[in-house]
């Protein structure tokens, strides 16, 4: 469970939300829209731990995020970002140092594994591996999507959801209790979410 208690947040002197509140339960997803620089990525990052709320509690489980706890908490979410540049050669080279990493070693991820979740995103097995390079932004964020189908992890923030393909496949990480939080560039897939802030006017 994720949950605001009256926070506020700014960048450059220009108000972002002020006391928002919403508690967003395990399996829910909610979208964040707003037209260009007010603020989406920037409360994304802060539901990150990355930017201070100034004021109000924002808390994971019950258990509240700042500067000293946020480092464990990010070990719990899958990040993808609106711009995607990865400093590695292959896919499966991306991969691997995902799948090495301390938290995720246990996980016992097989290839096999890998290319039936690919599958459920409607790509194919020679995607991951191919170069990076070859692959464009909502690909890329396909494979990334997958990844964290794989990992399980309980929180996966999206800055710039545009698929709707994307949308079908949260809705089944759903099931297994994770949930999502996206920054919306096509305000047609709002009807997908169970949660909505609107940064235009700051509704709820």
């Given at each position: 469970?994720?949950?605001?208690?009256?926070?506020?947040?700014?960048?450059?002197?220009?108000?972002?939300?002020?006391?928002l509140?919403?508690?967003?339960?395990?399996?829910?997803?909610?979208?964040?829209?707003?037209?260009?620089?007010?603020?989406?990525?920037?409360?994304?990052?802060?539901?990150?731990?990355?930017?201070?709320?100034?004021?109000?509690?924002?808390?994971?489980?019950?258990?509240?995020?700042?500067?000293?706890?946020?480092?464990?908490?990010?070990?719990?979410?899958?990040?993808?970002?609106?711009?995607?540049?990865?400093?590695?050669?292959?896919?499966?080279?991306?991969?691997?140092?995902?799948?090495?990493?301390?938290?995720?070693?246990?996980?016992?991820?097989?290839?096999?594994?890998?290319?039936?979740?690919?599958?459920?995103?409607?790509?194919?097995?020679?995607?991951?591996?191919?170069p990076?390079?070859?692959?464009?932004?909502?690909?890329?964020?396909?494979?990334?999507?997958?990844?964290?189908?794989?990992?399980?992890?309980?929180?996966?923030f999206?800055?710039?959801?545009?698929?709707?393909?994307?949308?079908?496949?949260?809705?089944?990480?759903?099931?297994?209790?994770?949930?999502?939080?996206a920054?919306?560039?096509?305000?047609?897939?709002?009807?997908?979410?169970?949660?909505?802030?609107?940064?235009?006017?700051?509704?709820?």
């Amino acid at each position: 469970m994720l949950e605001f208690k009256n926070v506020s947040l700014s960048r450059a002197e220009k108000v972002i939300v002020d006391n928002l509140s919403l508690k967003l339960e395990d399996g829910e997803n909610l979208c964040i829209t707003g037209q260009s620089g007010t603020g989406k990525t920037s409360l994304l990052l802060a539901m990150q731990g990355l930017l201070p709320f100034e004021k109000g509690y924002y808390t994971i489980e019950g258990e509240w995020v700042n500067r000293d706890s946020a480092a464990y908490f990010r070990q719990r979410m899958c990040y993808l970002p609106q711009c995607l540049e990865l400093p590695y050669e292959k896919v499966t080279d991306w991969m691997d140092v995902m799948l090495g990493l301390k938290v995720n070693r246990h996980k016992g991820i097989s290839k096999e594994l890998i290319a039936s979740e690919l599958q459920k995103l409607g790509l194919e097995e020679t995607v991951w591996k191919g170069p990076l390079k070859a692959l464009d932004k909502t690909t890329l964020q396909l494979v990334m999507l997958a990844m964290e189908g794989l990992l399980r992890k309980p929180f996966v923030f999206l800055d710039d959801l545009q698929v709707g393909l994307e949308v079908e496949y949260l809705r089944q990480l759903n099931h297994v209790g994770i949930s999502a939080v996206a920054v919306l560039g096509d305000d047609s897939l709002i009807k997908f979410f169970d949660k909505h802030i609107s940064l235009d006017k700051e509704k709820i």
